[in-house]
C-alpha cells in the first residue's frame, strides 16, 4: 500500500495569522497556484481511492487534481483540524499566549492532541483494511497530518508541515518506508 499524505495549500488566514481550526478558510491567490502545481505533480500516481477534510481549504485544495484524475473525494470529519474553540476566527497570537500561560490546557470548545490522535485513529481502523495494494491520497491539515504520522510511523516524525507539502509513506508486509517526508521542492517559488 502507498498513503500520500497532503496538506491544503496556503489560506488567506494561514498569511494573515489567523487561528483556523474547524473554520472553512479561503485559500489565498498563492495557495490556489500552490494546489494546481500539486495537481499537476500527482497526476500520474495511479489513486485508488482520496479521502479530505470536510472543511473548505481542503476541498478547495483537492479539487484542481479530482479535475485531472476523474476520481471523487471521500469528506470526512475524521480528518478536519484540531479544533481550537474560542480562538477559531482570532489572531493566532493569542491562542499562542493563552496556551503559554494555561500549558495542557483546551480552549473552550476546543479538543486536545489526544481527541485529534483519537479521531484520526477511527479514520485508520475505519479504512484501512480496504487499502492493501492500493494507493491511496489523504488531504488535511497540519496538525492531522503529524497525527497520521505519529500513528502509521509510530516514530513521531513531526517538524514544520508546509502548505501543500507531500508525504508519502509505502508499506508491504508491515514494513514501513517513508519515500517522501514534507517534500515541496516541486513548487520551486511557491513555497
Known sequence: MRII???????????LEVTQGHNHGQLSE???????K??????????????????GR???????????????????????????????????????????????????GGESELDVDKRVKKFLDENMNEWKGKIVLIMTHGGTKISLLKILNKDGIAGVIPNAGITIINIKDG???????NYNEYLGDLK
Do not use: M
Open 58 to 108: 481542503c476541498k478547495k485544495s483537492i479539487e484542481p487534481l479530482l479535475e485531472i484524475i476523474n476520481l471523487k473525494a471521500i469528506y470526512t470529519p475524521l480528518l478536519r483540524e484540531r479544533g481550537k474553540g474560542i480562538f477559531e476566527g482570532r489572531p493566532s497570537k493569542e491562542l499562542r499566549e493563552w496556551s503559554h500561560k494555561n500549558p495542557g490546557k483546551v480552549p473552550e
Open 38 to 55: 500539486l495537481a499537476n505533480y500527482l497526476k500520474d500516481e495511479k489513486i485508488d481511492l482520496i479521502y479530505c477534510s470536510d472543511l
Open 30 to 36: 498563492l495557495g490556489l497556484k500552490q494546489v494546481k
Open 5 to 15: 499524505i497532503l496538506r491544503h495549500g496556503e489560506t488567506v488566514e494561514n498569511k
Open 175 to 181: 514494513e514501513k518506508r517513508i519515500e517522501k517526508f
